[in-house]
């Protein structure tokens, strides 16, 4: 899979894509990250990227014209266009979620458009496929949400993480269950009798009651979209 980030400061995620999984998933070439500067793409000797928005208001307004250039020169040409997506970062976007992050990576190339200053000009949403959010806050950049985006989707990405690994965290149905290690007691706590006992079965039946329970109290909203 290749990700390409769209955005006025790629060496924002120079550090943190330098380590951890991600950076084992590149260097196996299980995936790709790339990054399109639209300060390339500016006007004039100034490459300017932005101007004051019509109509009068506060800030500035990333230009149509620079945009779609970069987003072209970020496009695959020879893929369908059921195979690469272009996502933009915006708060007016659907939220982001693990159902999502699944089907994003299941494409091909995956490509994200990072605002900056005001927003972008309205007539850019004609080249994008779909407006996502990563919740009801206000962000100086797209740059942070894309690394979260990135995160999500990357590990979900064939080969990457194990997929036992996958199938026993959080979402989409319930809220992880406890987890224990060494040492077995810490200041009067101690760890599971349950966890201790070798019966796997039961192990398991535990686990999933814990989740069940962390998720009716913690975020009772997830239950009700299973329709629990």
Known sequence: MKISVITLFPQMFESVFNYSIIKRAVDKQLLEISFTNIRDFGIG????????????????????????????????????????????????????????????????HLIILCGHYEGFDQRILKYVDEEISVGDFILTGGEIPAMLLIDSVARLTKDVIKRDSRENESFPNFLEYPHYTKPQAYKGEEVPQILLSGNHAEIKKWKKELSYKITKKLRPDLLSKKGW
């Open 45 to 108: 000797k100034h490459k300017l990227v932005d101007d004051t928005p019509y109509g009068g208001g506060s800030g500035m307004v990333l230009r149509v014209d620079v945009i779609h250039k970069a987003i072209e020169n970020t496009k695959d040409k020879k893929l369908e266009k059921s195979e690469q997506k272009i996502i933009l970062l915006t708060p007016h976007g659907k939220k982001f979620e693990q159902k999502k992050a699944v089907g994003l990576s299941r494409l091909k």
